[in-house]
């Protein structure tokens, strides 16, 4: 077995390196969003509180009363934009669905601002409730909502499961969110505070992780989490996958699975092909 030091967590969470391709799915998603802004009537950059890139882009569906999807990016707490994940509303919107894509501040912040994990999740609360009292405004069912992210969002898609939504704001139900599903999710951020390169930006602390890993908390007590991975990222990505089930159980993620011939990046892209297995999962949680 390969000692876990220095490289070996590098080369374990590494995406860019593990697909030497990577830029040429970033260009695809970046040419593939900028096509669908343009040719969907979204409200770009709607504020949902007055903190560091806390905006949301929606493209409401073409019936009232839609069913919604939120979408979190992911980047690993530190890159990326809502905007370059625009590419996967086509498809969502093919299925009826209002979709909202999410931005949050990125680590570690400014000196004067720092950013950390566990700022993030709470930004994420903030967007949700916004996301609560506003869209039905906008065509959206709000009592029929799911959540779903890629990798870093997929992280914040599970924790906004377990999210006991009357803490949030006494208005909402304890229970909102019951339907999630985590794309290449990461579970437990103690192997990440280990990753040299990560944890430049990150920060993170022993506290923040026991904070901020989802499989260190119990098992939410209503809602399902359909949780993949592609079958071609690194071991420590599919043991992410197997942890969240194995720690909430099978009632709780009744859906893991393992995307063969697929990496970190291509997996995210099986959500836009019609009669893909991730296609028709989201298919299933939206409409159910």
């Known amino acids: 077995m390969a000692s ?40 770009l950059d709607v504020p949902y509180g007055t903190g560091p890139n806390e905006c949301l882009d929606i493209f409401p569906a073409k019936k009232a009363h839609a069913p919604v999807l939120v979408f979190v990016h992911g980047g690993y707490w530190r890159s990326l934009d809502k905007a370059d994940q625009t590419f996967i509303v086509p498809p969502l919107n093919d299925m009826g669905a209002c979709v909202v894509l999410v931005n949050y501040a990125l680590c570690p912040g400014t000196p004067q601002v720092p950013v950390t994990v566990p700022d993030i999740a709470l930004q994420m609360t903030r967007a949700m409730a916004w996301v609560y009292k506003h869209i039905a405004k906008l065509g959206g069912d709000p009592s029929n909502v799911t959540v779903a992210g890629h990798s870093a969002g997929g992280h914040l898609a599970a924790m906004l499961l377990a999210c006991d939504w009357k803490a949030v704001d006494p208005g909402m139900p304890a229970h909102w969110i019951s339907k999630a599903m985590s794309i290449s999710g990461l579970y437990d951020l103690e192997p990440v505070r280990k990753t040299e390169f990560l944890q430049t930006s990150l920060k993170l602390t022993p506290a923040q992780v026991r904070l901020a890993s989802p499989a260190m908390w119990p098992r939410p007590r209503k809602g399902v989490l359909y949780t993949l991975v592609g079958g071609d990222e690194s071991a420590e990505f599919l043991r992410h996958n197997r942890l969240i089930h194995q720690t909430w159980g099978p009632k709780t993620v009744p859906v893991c699975e393992v995307l063969p011939g697929l990496n970190h990046f291509s997996v995210l892209s099986q959500l836009t092909h019609k009669g893909s297995r991730l296609n028709e999962l989201m298919r299933r949680l939206l409409l159910a």
């Open 4 to 43: 876990k030091n220095a490289a070996w967590y590098d080369s374990m969470y590494n995406n860019r390196v593990l697909v030497p391709d990577y830029a040429a799915h970033f260009a695809h998603w970046a040419q593939s969003s900028a096509a669908a802004r343009k040719n969907f009537n979204g409200m």
